[in-house]
């Protein structure tokens, strides 16, 4: 009887046929991408700027105040513009999660093509006091954004 033949570890090395394993480590991270990059192509062809596109922010409509994601349609139609200054004044806080969204999923990207894992379990972990700092940072930007002092994190009215 015939040994079963081992298997060929050039073939499973990164410049393995299509398929294979580079393709599959790559599937969760490129998935992430297109579930972003879908809706935010929709934000970037149909202008938030525009009136009757989008509903109004209902804790803008309840109590006059921005809220943290008020301008964020608008900031990120400016950003598909490549226009950082537009987007930076309707939501500065989008830009800046944005900004560390993109770096952590180019980190995941680039982890999966090495082989160091095909799931983004070295992102930093929700603990609670992270929860609670996060908290903290969009209830101190959603207040200075309502005060005359930070009148500039308020995104323009349309």
């Known amino acids: 009887m015939n040994a079963p033949a081992a298997p060929d ?15 599959r480590r790559l ?5 992430a991408l297109t579930a972003v ?5 929709f934000v970037g062809l149909v202008d938030p700027n525009a009136p009757g596109h989008y509903p109004t922010c209902p804790f803008l409509q309840l109590t006059g105040w921005w809220c943290p994601g008020c301008g964020g ?20 806080l989008v830009v800046v ?3 560390g969204l993109a770096v952590l999923w180019s980190g995941w990207l680039v982890r999966s093509v ?8 070295w992102w930093p972990r929700m603990s609670r006091r992270r929860a ?3 908290a ?10 309502n005060l005359p002092v930070g009148a500039g994190l308020a995104p323009p009215g349309v």
């Not at 599937?27 to 998935?31: E, I, Q, S, T, Y």
């Not at 090495?114 to 379990?121: E, K, L, M, S």
């Not at 903290?136 to 954004?145: E, G, I, K, S, W």
Request: aromatic letters at 2%.
């Open 9 to 23: 570890p050039a073939a499973s090395g990164p410049s393995a046929a299509p398929g294979g394993p580079v393709v």
């Open 27 to 31: 599937v969760r991270p490129l998935a």
């Open 37 to 41: 990059a879908l809706p935010t192509a």
């Open 73 to 92: 349609l608008r900031c990120v139609h400016a950003l598909t513009r490549g226009d950082v200054l537009t987007a930076a004044h309707d939501n500065l």
């Open 97 to 99: 999660l944005a900004l």
């Open 114 to 121: 090495r082989g160091a894992g095909g799931r983004p379990g």
């Open 132 to 134: 609670w700092a996060l």
């Open 136 to 145: 903290l940072v969009l209830l101190v930007f959603t207040a200075l954004r």
